[in-house]
């Protein structure tokens, strides 16, 4: 059970140092950032953060609105497209990547190469995103390997449903554009040759959410269409379904399960894509809504994934929990996002909204999954964690962030600017304020001031951004060298819940452990008040960590200060105070020396 810290970049913004950050920007405008700006340099001091991946968001080449026709890319219609930029999540070229991010885009895929590269010899591994659920409106590959058709050239649709249609459609009508779309119009209402035309699909197919209008709402996934897996319409399946006893076989099992089946096209189409950039040096992949795909299609990728690389990690969004054990057990995720419950409970602790004492419930619910479950404050999805809407400044998201980094053995993930207290204020035009835009050409100025255009040493940072920064980078790297925290859970909030006294509410304490090492985590939540307390540690505890009576001398090493533990026949007491945000990583090393 070793621990990883995930660091999302999204590759686009990442290396962009304009700071126009015009609405509806052109990429002239407000520029965009290259793979080349995640030099060597850059990738060292990713890496000094305490960061063993990296999920490069946005690298398949998806929609967007941009003049490729040079390098033989088709024009994108702008009404279909959201954004100017353009989501990550409506890939249009599962073989190619994105030409924003190329200083040659005819070579785009090179460069990419060059960036994996570049992050292996920085003693990282990289993470690319695969959409399984839906594509672009229009697909065209252009650098498919021999064999390989592109989705939908190969179906029949004149009808809804057909087992090896990779789409779904809607026989005798005409795709239309949701009415909301004359009052929010593509690109912000600017004149735009290519929206001379209107955009044609007839039939129709399914949009990306499910959706079965011909004219989706404007809150459905419009720019997507739905990819089929031989899910008929009426929710059955029209494959072989996985055996319940195969919840609990490993990989290779599952992998000798597919052998021979006949299976939906669209299963092999995003098998051949995975193991595509497996062979281009990609190290594991994350998963856009894997909770809308059939868990047995990824009980087959997966497997395959694993077959192919032993050590590929492979991650998803799923956020019903009733489903977390069927996507890591019949579909052998690796991680899934803790979202529902972890991330919303701090989230709402923060906002003064819940109570620590949910902490350890979460724990104790998901104790059987617990390293499966990938733990994060901040991704392209949410709100950034120091906008007004969640802790109001990244200072206040530091208890949140110790508990989420050492609650459990599961990775880390923080997104990128997360460190130096990114708000994502900008109006960026689709993208709206307290979520870095995805949509859009933009700058992330706090991520920005750290990059001081290319030297990456963090000069043109305020204090207190320093300061964040250093705290993310100490408790990250503690995470990679502290063995305790692959260690066993204890809490111990219940034995101090009558010490924490009116702060229960705001204050927090877990232990965790091995036959190494013991580690305190200790934590206020509150803005405003602090308390001194006597932290208990149970008698069952002591025993276990083989402690005589006597005193002994713990080190808070995100602090660099120490304070005393008192070990009776009882337990033990520590005397300390939690200030407000205060953040404790009490250490006990070398357990044995005291055996």
Request: negative net charge; proline residues 5%; aromatic residues 12%.
């Amino acid at each position: 059970m070793k621990k990883h810290n995930i660091y999302q970049v999204f590759t686009r913004l990442f290396g962009n140092t304009n700071s126009n950050n015009q609405a509806w920007g052109t990429i002239e405008q407000n520029g965009v950032g290259k793979f080349s700006d995640l030099s060597d340099l850059a990738l060292e001091k990713i890496r000094q953060l305490g960061i063993t991946y990296i999920w490069y968001t946005g690298i398949p080449h998806h929609a967007l609105v941009g003049d490729y026709n040079e390098i033989g890319v088709d024009n994108d219609h702008p009404s279909v497209v959201k954004g100017r930029a353009g989501s990550p999540y409506a890939v249009k070229d599962y073989y190619s990547v994105n030409p924003d991010l190329a200083d040659d885009p005819a070579k785009r895929n090179q460069e990419f190469s060059a960036l994996i590269k570049r992050t292996h010899n920085a003693g990282m591994k990289v993470i690319i995103d695969i959409v399984p659920n839906h594509v672009a409106r229009v697909y065209k590959g252009l650098n498919n390997p021999d064999g390989v058709r592109d989705f939908g050239a190969d179906d029949n649709p004149h009808v809804e449903y057909q087992r090896d249609n990779n789409f779904y459609y809607i026989p005798g009508q005409r795709f239309e554009l949701p009415d909301t779309l004359t009052h929010q119009p593509a690109l912000g209402g600017e004149k735009h040759p290519d929206l001379t035309t209107p955009y044609h699909e007839c039939p129709a197919k399914w949009t990306g959410n499910g959706s079965r209008l011909a004219k989706p709402n404007h809150d459905d996934w419009y720019e997507t269409v739905k990819i089929n897996y031989g899910v008929r319409p009426d929710g059955s399946k029209d494959f072989e379904l996985l055996p319940t006893e195969y919840r609990h076989r490993s990989h290779h099992d599952h992998y000798q399960f597919w052998q021979g089946k006949s299976l939906p096209d669209s299963w092999y189409k995003f098998r051949d894509i995975a193991l595509y950039w497996l062979k281009q040096g990609v190290d594991g992949f994350r998963f856009d809504m894997a909770e809308m795909v059939p868990v047995e299609f990824w009980s087959f990728l997966n497997s395959a994934i694993k077959h192919a690389n032993p050590q590929s990690i492979v991650i998803a969004e799923v956020y019903q929990p009733a489903l977390y054990r069927d996507y890591i057990q019949l579909g052998k995720m690796d991680y899934l996002y803790d979202k529902v419950d972890l991330y919303d409970t701090l989230k709402a602790i923060i906002r003064h909204q819940a109570s620590t004492s949910d902490i350890g419930r979460i724990q104790h619910e998901l104790r059987d999954i617990e390293h499966n479950m990938l733990h994060f404050l901040d991704n392209h999805d949410e709100q950034r964690l120091a906008c007004e809407h969640f802790a109001g400044c990244g200072e206040n998201g530091k208890p949140a962030m110790l508990v989420s980094t050492c609650l459990s053995t599961s990775p880390t993930m923080i997104y990128f600017g997360q460190e130096v207290g990114e708000v994502g204020a900008e109006m960026a035009g689709f993208g709206q304020p307290s979520r870095t835009s995805i949509f859009d050409y933009i700058g992330v100025p706090s991520h920005q001031r750290w990059m001081n255009h290319g030297r990456f040493d963090g000069a043109l940072l305020s204090e207190s951004e320093k300061t964040l920064r250093a705290f993310y980078s100490r408790l990250l790297n503690l995470a990679l060298s502290s063995p305790a925290l692959s260690g066993d859970y204890h809490d111990l909030y219940a034995e101090n819940y009558q010490n924490f006294a009116d702060m229960q509410h705001q204050l927090y304490a877990f232990a965790r452990s091995d036959n190494q090492q013991a580690v305190i985590i200790a934590t206020n939540f509150s803005r405003e008040k602090g308390k001194t307390i006597e932290l208990k540690i149970p008698h069952h505890l002591i025993k276990l960590w083989q402690l005589s009576a006597g005193h002994y001398e713990l080190i808070d090493k995100l602090n660099h200060t120490s304070y005393p533990m008192q070990v009776n026949q009882h337990g033990a007491t520590i005397p300390i105070y939690l200030a407000p945000l205060a953040t404790h990583f009490l250490c006990l090393d070398e357990l044995g020396q005291f055996r």
